[in-house]
Nanobody
Framework: QVQLVESGGGLVQAGGSLRLSCAAS????????MGWFRQAPGKEREFVAG????????SYGDSVKGRFIISRDDAKNTVYLQMNSLKPEDTAVYYC?????WGMGDSRPILYDYWGQGTQVTVSS
């Protein structure tokens, strides 16, 4: 059974940084595309960042470009999201997702096969 567990969320002041981690168990992330999504109360789920199976292609949502960085460490079976210059509008539950079979880190949630339970990020003004 595949499990994705996010960690690293919390409360931070605007302008601060956080690094989220997503640890996989039950299968290797190697060969899989990985994505980060977020959902704020009353809003649709939003694509944040994606990384392809080989780690040489990354994509970002418009609202986080230039501030967030996605990376992966297949040896640790973990994907990261470095979040810098955080804003109150970044407040949301952040989810990681795995797109197996040579995934491209696409922005479409429907392409992902497994999801984590989420970690709360709150940015105070």
């Amino acid at each position: 059974q595949v499990q994705l567990v996010e960690s690293g969320g919390g409360l931070v002041q605007a302008g601060g940084s956080l690094r989220l981690s997503c640890a996989a168990s039950g299968r290797t992330v190697s060969g899989s595309g990985m994505g980060w999504f977020r959902q704020a109360p009353g809003k649709e789920r939003e694509f944040v960042a994606g990384i392809n199976w080989s780690g040489d292609s990354r994509s970002y949502g418009d609202s986080v470009k230039g501030r967030f960085i996605i990376s992966r460490d297949d040896a640790k079976n973990t994907v990261y999201l470095q979040m810098n210059s955080l804003k109150p509008e970044d407040t949301a539950v952040y989810y990681c997702a795995l797109d197996q079979d040579w995934g491209m880190g696409d922005s479409r949630p429907i392409l992902y096969d497994y999801w984590g339970q989420g970690t709360q990020v709150t940015v105070s003004s």
